[in-house]
């Protein structure tokens, strides 16, 4: 699985945009990009995941960059709870597969 | 439709001892992977399990085995811990080995933490 780097900690003000960026620069044609998150004490949770189109679900959207080298993800009103890490995985599959390569995320704080 | 369910939820042994941690999937999968996730760090892949196999494995030593059952529940064992091992294990379900789908998404239980003294 490609690597990816993400910034280790960023803050958002509740009620605004929280866009979370990550580089992906030797991901392969036929590998994905997903985003867990974990809440503290929580296991990591699914959000959402892409190929070159941008994605939205009801959790985010997923923007990646037409090269394919990074993406960002929105969550386009954060909340107190959307507080967690926040990890960007380059993947064959979502892990039914094959295990998910997890690196140290992004701990993004919503402040009130 | 109960998610992922581990147990027990916390754990402390002494070094040199051994731990069984238990896993039951969410309902209709078959698939069963472990982690283990040191404080401040992401989840490092330990095993997958399907049809009561391992299939997939990370860098980690013999010590740590696993086994799934018919109705697909696993355990995770760890022999002669070390300090390093205290942890939190995760236990991640999933549908169908062998599917490289971008749909085939694991679903994480909230973990048991080990504690070795």
């Known amino acids: 699985d490609a690597k990816t780097t993400q910034p280790p900690s960023m803050d958002c003000a509740e009620g605004r945009a929280a866009n979370l960026p990550c580089n992906h620069s030797?991901?392969?044609?036929?590998?994905?990009v997903y985003w867990y998150r974990q809440i503290h004490s929580q296991g990591p949770q699914y959000i959402i995941h892409?190929?070159?189109n941008n994605e939205t679900n009801e959790m985010a959207s997923l923007i990646i960059t037409e090269d394919r080298k990074s993406s960002t993800l929105i969550l386009p009103h954060a909340t107190l709870r959307d507080t967690a890490v926040y990890y960007c995985?380059?993947?064959?599959?979502?892990?039914?597969?094959?295990?998910?390569?997890f690196g140290k995320g992004t701990h993004l704080i919503i402040q009130p | 439709d109960a998610g992922v369910t581990q147990s027990p939820t916390h754990l402390i042994k002494t070094r040199g001892q051994q731990v069984t941690l238990r896993c039951s999937p969410k309902?209709?999968?078959?698939?069963v992977s472990w982690y283990q996730q040191a404080l401040g760090q992401g989840p490092q892949f330990i095993f997958q399990?399907?049809?009561?196999?391992?299939?997939q494995r990370g860098n980690f030593p013999d010590r740590f085995s696993g086994h799934q059952f018919p109705n697909y529940s696993s355990e995770l064992n760890v022999n002669a811990l070390l300090l390093g091992d205290s942890a939190l294990y995760l236990c991640?379900?999933?549908?169908?080995?062998?599917?490289?789908?971008?749909?085939?998404?694991?679903?994480f239980g909230a973990g048991t933490r080990l504690s070795v003294l």
């Open positions: 991640a379900s999933s549908q169908g080995l062998g599917l490289f789908l971008a749909k085939n998404i694991q679903y």
């Open positions: 030797t991901i392969s044609g036929n590998e994905y």
């Open positions: 892409g190929l070159k």
């Open positions: 995985i380059a993947s064959y599959s979502g892990g039914g597969a094959d295990g998910l390569t």
């Open positions: 309902s209709g999968h078959d698939t």
């Open positions: 399990y399907y049809e009561e196999e391992e299939r």
